[in-house]
Every structure is written in C-alpha cells, then in structure tokens.
C-alpha cells in the first residue's frame, strides 16, 4: 500500500474584542437540518455544549452556559443562560463575539459576575447593564466573591522558571526554552508561568489592595493542567481561604502527588497545613455550612494518580479528622461532593458499577449511604437549591443537559434541552449493558452500543474500543473525542469493555493492572472479542480494534498478539515503546507506579517485565492495517510514539497510516482538526472493513 502521511494544521482563529454586551452576529446555536437521521462528524461538532450551572440564592434560579461550536470559524463561542428551577422561562442573557465564563450570582441573587476578556464582569440578571470591575494587567483565569461580598479570590498566571532576557537582557527576540531540573514541560506546553491565587478588597465598584497568597513561592495552585476553583474555598466568616496545593518543584513534582490543604490567614498572612503526613492528593476543601468543619477528598499514597479517593473531614475547633468514606472505601471514589444543609452529611458524586449518580452520606455514622439518583446515564456534580439538587446528566445517547433532583423522591426531571433540535432529526439507538466470563472467571461489565434501525437478523461490522487511563471507567458519558454514538450511526456494533483496571467495580479489580500492562486486562479484551464474535448478528471476520493512550498501548500490544482477531486497528496518541516514553512523559510519578519502575532497575521483576513486553518489541507479529494518530502538542505521550510505530508498521510492511496534528495536545479540539481526525477515522474503517 502506498504510504500515507497527513499533516494537518488549522490555526485557531483569535476571539475579537467587544466592551459592549450586544455585538452583531456573534457565534450562536448551530440550526441544522438533518435530511437521513445520520449522525456525522459535522452534526457532532455542532451541538451546543452545556456546563457550569450556578443555583441563585434564592433557589428559584439556575444561571448556566453553553459553549457554541462554529466550524467555518474553527473556533467556539460560550454564552450564559438562565431558567426556572422547574424549567421554564429559559433565556439567553448574554450575546457577544466573545465568550463569558465563570459565571456566579453575587450580591445576593442581584448581579452576575462572569469573566470576558480575562477580566471580571457584572450584570444584571436579565443581561443588561454590563460593566467591567476589574482591569488587572496579568489577566484573570477564575474567580470567587468572598461571603461577605467585600473581597474578591481569583487566579492569575505569574512568571516561572528561567527566561531568556534573565540571563541575557539584550537578547529580547531570542527563543529558546531553558531547563535545569524536571517540570519544564507539561502537558502542552513549555512551562514558563503557573497559576497563582490573589485575593482583593472590592468596594462594588473596583477591586484594590491585591495581594499573591503564593508570593515569592515557585509553586502551582490550582494545579496544571486541570485545575480549577474547587481547590480553593472561602471560610465562612471570609478571614480564611483553603487551598490544595503540590509545594514541590523539578524532579521531586515530577515524581509526587503528595498535594496538602492549607488554610491562609487573610489577617496575618500565614498559611498552615492540615494535612501533613497524608502523603496523596488531597483537593477540593469546602467548609460545612454552619463554619465547625471543613471536608475535602484525599487519596493516601504518594505517587498514584488513580488511588482512591476518599472523603475526610476536619472539625476545626478540636482539629480531629474524620474519614467519612471509611465503611465504602472499596467501591466508591469521590469524583465530587457538597454538605448538606444542615452540616450532618454530605451529597457525592461517584461512579459505582459503571453508572455515576449521586449518593447522601452520613457525616457521623458512614454506615448511611443512599442512592438518591438512578438510570442509565452519568450525573455530574450536585449542587444545593434549596431542598432540590440540581447538576448535568449526560449518556451515551446525548450531552450534558441540567437537571434537577428530589432527594427525598429519588426523581430527577430535565430543565434544559439545548440540542433537542438536533436529536429530533437523529435516528435513535439502544446501549445494552452485557456481563462477561473473563478468564479468571470474573464478571465483566461490557457496554454494547447498536447501530440504529439494527437488525439482528443482519450481519454486523463491530468496533471495540480500548480505554484509556488506564484507570478510569468506561460509564455513561458523551465524549466529543470517541463518541460511541457516532461510530454506531456508521453501521458498527460498538464493544466497550470495563476490562481490569477501570475504577467503578472494585479497589482489587481498579489496582490488578498496575504494572500488569500486558497482562490479565489484555485477556479481558480477547474476552469480549471472542464473546460478541460469536453472536449471530456480529460479523466475525470485521471487528476492529481502536484506543487512545493507554487504549492506544492496547491497540499496539494486541496488534502484536491478536492471533487474527481483528481486521484493522487504529491508535491514538498510544505508548508504543516504554523505555523511550518512561524517559520522556513529564508526569514520572504514572510510569513509576504503573509500569512499576525505570527500565535501568534491572532487580525490579514488575518494571523489567513492563519493559520486556512493550508493544515494539512485537512488530514482527504485525499483520494487520493500522492508522496512527497523534497530537504535536502531547508531552504526556510525545508525538514521535506515534512516529516510532508507523516507521515500524511500514518497514515490516504492514498497510498503515500517519496523522500528526500539529496544534493538538493529547486530545483532538479544534472543531476542524475533529471533524478531519472523525472523517479519517472512519474512511479507514470503511477501507478495511467494508
């Protein structure tokens, strides 16, 4: 087969200014029609995405937002709404060419505040009478009003690390990246600034008197490249913020997720540390209503990203610690949590048994643990109104939409329906939750997605989808990266194995994988291949294999050892050579815990075995086409995996195919670069599969 290379890149197009709240045809809800019922890549990439709902004080509100894609401009436009907590009066308030975010009511229900142009807005609620109050050269990222409403906490980005012009002033066009320990990358970039939070007097006009909690300090908070607000967290009284915070740099941040809590007095300016000693993540502080406690999540070994997030609550007079979760710690990991009113229990968001719903649990007695939500589909995180709860749900059949929940009833009902327009001309499918045998005669959860207007009397092509993680869970979730949905309206059978390794079903079942890569999770896979191959109604002879990160590791080692199982495969941003990506990642506490150690660790039997079986060590087992993708932006797993594997691929003569994107990260984005990556991935199906 000729070779194939494709290079693609689309600049991503810069948000034009506005000071005014009105502007003329900004980007807004996508109004397409649908003539067939199909699913594409296009439609996908066009659904208004849902976030962020912020209940008023009075609980009769609920302000949130949607982010608008356009694929002409390649670019997205978020804009805020508010509706009914039962639903209706639904309006758009804002209109503009560029995107408002961080949406909050402040002064008690009768502003909004929001961020547009990396400074702090407020507004009516009804959208009119915007005005600018903050005007802060750095830029701002997030805020939170203090309860008091007369400070203001936000999150601005401050210098890191050696530059240029600090060593050589004159040489101001110089470019160059300068590093002298670990952490001069991450993520997606070369590490020159990290976030910082300040905190301002605010008079209600104007903020002054700013001040860095983190001044003369080398370190992150939030922390990159995910972190947001919920790592830090008002006192009651607005005298104190707590926040989560990794106080280490170079090679020891590189190597440890030993992040603490630490409460900053605003009147001395002295921060202490309450979790010294816990040696994990510990994040998201809140303070209980009533001001005695303080909760936040926390994991207990150093090192592992993926350990068990547990609940711990502090009683701030007494300074006894209490870990809430202690009765559940086997199933259930905190993905999210609020107190309840009454400051006695606490409301949790979890994935338990491949399903994410929300949980009430007792502050006193951990042995109370309810359900209060239920169905096939995932529920964000809860928040309070008043005797409801209101939070996002999504599917693997649609996107976030809000919705609110009875605790007492166990009954949530939808108050948002953002792409209803869509799916209306969308021709539905059905997901099934199957339970397999594994080999080691274990119960496996398998989601199966079906094609619509699917016909078991008819012959299948299927699809199976390796995860990434390698923790994590295969739920009900809506991606916009590896949408089950859209491979199902191509006409595949979608096989979604929770194989060993993912979170939901166990501590024993999550934790097997580490330093087992190739191991029994590789046999979970030939598990629920062999199980669909034999129903009638799957084609035996079409099955793909497709994964991204660690899924795409998957791909790469079974490519070496599926025994003729697969008729094509298809990687994304896969590790396919383990020294070489040990020695290049910049997160090394994840390969030191999972891979089990260096590869120059030679009386390390778990790591020389990871190393000895890594995927390119098997290319002369490759007999199958393959397509390769890969962000250029991608330092969790750097870009020349991918160009090991196809270089690989091609010269043992395997039919393959590269893609690099040379302005994505670990993850496809931009509206145009997903559409291509979509597009390419099922013209490569369609070839070998078809």
């Not at 507004?123 to 830029?139: E, H, L, R, T, V």
């Not at 101001?172 to 320990?181: R, Y």
Request: charged share 20%.
């Amino acid at each position: 087969m000729k070779k194939l290379i494709y290079f693609c890149m689309v600049a991503a197009a810069t948000l034009t200014t506005c000071n005014d709240n009105k502007v003329e045809n900004p980007i807004g809800r996508n109004l397409l029609e649908i003539t067939d019922g199909v699913l594409t890549p296009n439609i996908l990439n066009s659904f208004g995405r849902v976030s962020n709902p912020q209940v008023s004080p009075d609980g009769k509100t609920v302000l949130y937002e949607v982010s608008f894609p356009n694929i002409e401009q390649n670019k997205s436009n978020r804009e805020l709404f508010t509706v009914n907590i039962d639903g209706s009066n639904n309006q758009q308030i804002t209109n503009t060419a560029k995107s408002e975010s961080n949406a909050r009511w402040v002064k008690g229900g009768s502003k909004i505040a929001y961020l547009m142009g990396g400074q702090i807005w407020e507004m009516n609620p009804d959208g009119s009478g915007a005005q600018q109050i903050s005007f802060y050269d750095g830029g701002i990222n997030e805020f939170a009003y203090s309860p008091d409403g007369k400070k203001i906490l936000f999150v601005s980005d401050v210098k890191y690390g050696i530059h240029v012009t600090d060593i050589y002033p004159d040489l101001k066009k110089a470019n160059a990246h300068i590093a002298v320990d670990m952490n001069y990358r991450h993520w997606d970039e070369w590490v020159e600034s990290v976030p910082h939070p300040f905190v301002a007097d605010y008079d209600g006009k104007q903020l002054s008197n700013i001040i860095d909690l983190l001044e003369g300090e080398p370190y992150e908070c939030p922390s990159k490249p995910f972190g947001d607000l919920s790592e830090l967290a008002w006192s009651n009284d607005s005298k104190t913020i707590a926040y989560a915070c990794r106080k280490k740099t170079g090679l020891d941040y590189a190597l440890s997720t030993n992040t603490d809590i630490y409460l900053y007095n605003l009147e001395t300016c002295t921060a202490e540390n309450i979790t010294e000693g816990m040696m994990g993540y510990d994040m998201s502080p809140q303070y209980s209503p009533d001001g005695q406690w303080i909760a936040w999540t926390s994991m207990e070994r150093d090192g592992y990203e993926a350990d068990q997030v547990r609940l711990f609550a502090m009683n701030l007079l007494t300074k006894e610690k209490i870990n809430v979760t202690r009765e559940h710690e086997n199933m259930v990991n905190v993905d999210a949590f609020i107190w309840t009113p009454d400051s006695k229990g606490f409301y949790i968001q979890a994935c338990i048994m491949g399903l994410t719903h929300i949980y009430e649990l007792d502050l006193s007695d951990a042995k109370l643990f309810r359900q209060i939500t239920h169905g096939m589909n995932d529920m964000g995180a809860p928040i309070q109104a008043g005797d409801l709860l209101v939070s996002l749900c999504q599917s693997m059949k649609q996107p976030n939409e809000v919705v609110v929940i009875d605790p007492l009833k166990e009954e949530f009902n939808f108050i948002t329906s953002e792409n209803k327009h869509l799916f209306d001309q969308l021709k539905p499918i059905e997901v099934e939750a199957r339970w397999m045998t594994t080999t080691d005669n274990k119960k496996m959860l398998t989601w199966i997605v079906y094609p619509p207007d699917f016909d078991k009397s008819k012959k299948y092509p299927a699809v199976m989808m390796c995860m990434g993680g390698p923790q994590g869970t295969i739920s009900q979730s809506w991606s916009y990266r590896w949408n089950y949905r859209l491979m199902a309206a191509q006409g595949y059978v979608v096989i979604l194995p929770n194989r060993r390794g993912t979170s939901a079903f166990g501590k024993e079942w999550k934790e097997q994988i580490s330093g087992d890569y190739p191991g029994q999770n590789m046999k979970d896979y030939i598990t629920a291949a062999d199980e669909m191959r034999k129903e009638p109604f799957i084609d035996a002879n079409r099955i793909a294999c497709t994964g991204a990160s660690y899924g795409g590791y998957s791909v790469f080692w079974l490519a070496g050892h599926h025994q003729k199982r697969f008729r094509a495969f298809i990687a994304h941003s896969g590790i396919f050579n383990t020294v070489h990506k040990y020695m290049t990642t910049e997160e090394l506490f994840f390969p030191n815990w999972d891979y089990g150690g260096a590869p120059w660790d030679k009386n390390n039997k778990i790591a020389q075995r990871t190393h000895n079986e890594s995927p390119h060590l098997f290319v002369e087992k490759w007999d199958t086409p393959i397509l390769i993708t890969h962000g250029e932006l991608d330092f969790r797993i750097p870009y020349d995996q991918a160009m090991a594997a196809f270089n690989a691929a091609r010269m043992h003569g395997i039919p393959a195919e590269l893609i690099i994107f040379p302005d994505e990260n670990h993850w496809i984005l931009k509206p145009q670069n997903s559409i291509f990556w979509h597009r390419m991935f099922y013209r490569f199906l369609d070839k070998w599969m078809q």
